[in-house]
Structures are given as C-alpha cells and as structure tokens.
C-alpha cells in the first residue's frame, strides 16, 4: 500500500530538462577519462625505488647540518682568498741612494739660552713681590710662560733627535719671540 | 788710517766668512717603495716624527707610499749609522694601513749626530679616509673626498680641495685650507688660521692665534669660538645670512648694514643679533674673547 503510494507520488513529482551546459561539462569529463586510460604505463628502474627508499630513510637534521657546514667553509675560503689576493697585491721595497750637498752651518748656532737670566730675574722679583705675583692677571701671563717653557722644551729635545735643521730654529725663533713678549708685560706689571 | 782700513776690511771678511760657513755634507736616502690595493674601507694611518707629509688622490684603486728616510752628516759613516737609527713601519691590519717613523735608538748607544728627516708621498683613492698624525714637520693633503683627520703640534697643515668630514687639531702649528667643503672641525692653539673658500659647516676653536676666513656661496654654517685671537670673516654677503656676533675685551667691525643691530655696544662687551626678513643662507655664531672681530663684505 505505501509502496503504490510512494510510485504515484514520484509520478506526480514535475519534470525539469537541465542546462545544456551540464552536459558538455559530463561529456568533456568522460572525454578525458578516456584520454587517461588511452595512456600507455611504464614499469620504472629498480635504481628508482632504491634511491627513493633511501631518502625516505635518511636523517633530515644532518643534511642540513652539513649544509650549513658547507656554506661556513665556503664563507671562510672566501674571506682567506680575499685576504690572500688583497695580501698578495701588497709590496714594500727598499733602496738606499748616496748623494753630497752643502749646507750653511755658520748660522745654526744655539744661541737661544743666553738670555736666561731674565726669566731667573723675574722669579727673584716674584719672590719679593708676591703679592703682584699672585695676581690672577700675572698668573695667567706665568702659564703663558710655562706653556711657552714646554714648547721650548720640546723642540730642543726634537733637536737633540733630528739634529739642528732650519725649521727647529725657525719654530725656536717663534716661541722666544712670544716668550720675550710674555716676560715684557710681566715686568711691566711688578 | 790705512793700516786701519785694512785692519776693518779683514775683520768683515771673518765675519762674513764665518756667517757664510757651507759645509759639504753626506745624504744618505733610505727610499722605501710600498703599495697596497685599496677596497672600500681602507683606512690609511700615518704617524709621523719630524716628517713630510704629503698626501694626494689618484684615480687608481690603489695605495702607494713613497718613504724617504735621509741622513745628512759630513762624515757619510756617521750618516749611515744614524740613518739606521731612522725606523719605520708599513703593516696593513684588516682594513686600516699604519704607517710611521720614529728614532730607534739603544740605551748607552752615542747620541744621534747627522740630520734625520722623513718625507711620505702618498698617493690614495679619493674615497679613502686619512688619518695623519705628526709631530714637527709638515703636513700638505690635496684632493680628497670622504673622511680627513689631521692631529699635528709643531707641523704646518696646508690642504687644498677637500671634501666631507673635516677634523683638524693642531698646536703651534699653522692651517692654511683652499676650497673645503663638508662637515669641518677645527681645534687650534698658538696657531694662526687660513681658510680660503670654505662652503658647508664648520665649527672652529681658536686660542692664542689668528684666524681668516675667506667665504664661499655655500656657506651653511660658521660656529667660532675664539680666546685671545683676532677673526677676520671676508667675502659675505651680510643681508643674506643670520648672525650672532659677540666680543668681549676686543673690538668689532662689521659692515654699515649690520651697524643698527647692535644688542649690547660697550667697552666690554659688543653682540650684534641679526635675522634677516628674507630667506639667508648661513648661521654665523662667532663669540671672540680678548680679540678683535672684523666682518668685511664682498
């Protein structure tokens, strides 16, 4: 009874006729399953499956490891062949050359002490005078004066290591000139 | 009288022979020839006694170093065994080049007798930084383009056509610049100053000196402190740059457009503040103690 019900309810059901599009879509499938069947089959070598169960079996973890180890060393003969062929291009070569000439000797004389005694003068003044001397304007014309000391100092022992030239003198000219000025003011003011 | 005549005519003869001594000297030359290639970075370093100095840019990629180490005694014996008392050294180390020279001499051995000198002739890529260290001596770098630093006492420093950054330091020894153009610091004591052409920033110490300065267009900025030293700014266009000038103890010239900016006129003190109505082109920040202070106009 509800099997004929069933029936006569399928029939009742309406009709529909679907797209023409859906059947080309089924047909170019069908088309192509065909094409795949059609395709002939090879049996790969034994070496195939051989290598592939080999990498299936190896340990990721050191193959990469020896990767990095590879990419260090090439880094590092990298930086030694640069450093070689830099090192490489560098040359230091030496020659000695003999030659006469003459210099005007008479004029180098040391004669830039001889006028000593003024400055011992002024510290026997000061050691009378301290008051004056203690005076900030008179103490900075003193570290004028020592400052002025060192730089004597200073070419003196480059004299003693070089020998006497004539820009030692010059510079020697320079420095008294401004010591004997120094001095002139801080006489001037005891 | 002509027995007196001669007597005076003799006595000059002495005295002129004795002023005009020439002695015939020995001059032994060690020269050393050393090259180096160059790659971006490298850094020459030169510490030089007494030397030389003379750098210049080529358009090779490469460092060449001439050295000459000279020694000048009558006696050529003497010559050579000081001559070896004259070191030197050239070693690279990763990117920097040292250079130097200096007196080796032992404990007990006889005190140098000859004159020693050493001479550098350097040539460098335009690009490579320089450092350069001397004490007496003389200092002369042309054409370079990146990075300059010159610390000298007792060396005359002479550069010309320099670009970038710019660091000078010198005592008792002069500055004389053509045409620099970059970010320049200069330290001077007991040294006169000299810059001709200048464009870019410049910040400027001076005790106990000189210190002229020749403007160009460029100019940016002009930072001047100066203790007992007389400035002298020339070459401006004084309506087209900002200035804050000040003297104390000292007296300031600047040209008749700036005469009606002045914030403090009296013995001790002068400031001149001036900002110009339209666009300028350079801060000028000079302050000058116990000096004189001229600004003279193109």
Known sequence: MSDKHLKDGLRRLPEYTPDGRVWENIDSELHLQTAIEQLPTYEPPETIWENISTELHAKPRVRRLWRRVAAVAAMFLLTIGTYWWTMSNDSIQEKIIYATETIDSGIFQEDWNTDEDGFQELAKLCSQKVFVCKQPSFQILKGEIDELNDAKASIEAAMKKYGKQAEFILQMKDIEQERSKVLKEMFAMI | ?298
């Open chain 2, 1 to 298: 009288m002509r027995t007196v005549f001669l007597f005076i005519f003799i006595l000059s003869i002495g005295v002129l022979t004795a002023q005009e001594q020439r002695t015939p000297v020995n001059v032994v030359t060690k020269r050393v020839n050393a090259s180096f290639s160059y790659t971006n970075g490298t850094e020459v370093n030169l510490e030089g006694e007494n030397a030389q100095v003379f750098v210049e840019s080529w358009d090779k990629n490469s460092i060449s170093i001439e050295i000459e180490l000279i020694s000048k005694h009558p006696d050529k014996a003497i010559a050579e065994r000081d001559l070896n008392r004259l070191a030197y050294g050239t070693k690279r180390f990763k990117q920097k080049i040292f250079i130097r020279n200096y007196i080796s001499q032992e404990e007990g051995e006889a005190a140098t007798e000859a004159v020693l000198q050493a001479k550098y002739y350097i040539k460098v890529p335009e690009q490579c930084p320089v450092y350069l260290k001397n004490y007496f001596g003389l200092t002369q770098v042309k054409n370079l383009a990146n990075n300059l630093r010159i610390y000298s006492e007792f060396s005359t420093i002479a550069i010309e056509d320099i670009k970038g950054i710019v660091d000078m330091r010198t005592r008792f020894g002069d500055i004389t610049a053509n045409r620099l153009n970059g970010d320049v610091a200069i330290n001077a004591r007991r040294s006169d100053v000299f810059l001709y052409e200048v464009s870019g920033n410049y910040d400027i110490d001076s005790e106990y000196g000189k210190l002229e300065i020749m403007a160009a267009n460029e100019l940016i900025n002009l930072n001047i402190n100066a203790n007992k030293t007389d400035v002298l700014l020339y070459n401006i266009d004084p309506m087209k740059h900002q200035y804050a000038l000040q003297t104390q103890y000292g007296q300031m010239t600047v040209p008749e457009e700036l005469q009606y900016s002045f914030t403090e006129n009296t013995q001790q003190r002068r400031k001149v503040n001036f900002v110009p109505s339209t666009e300028y082109y350079a801060n000028i920040s000079i302050q000058v103690a116990f000096g004189d202070l001229v600004i003279k106009k193109k």
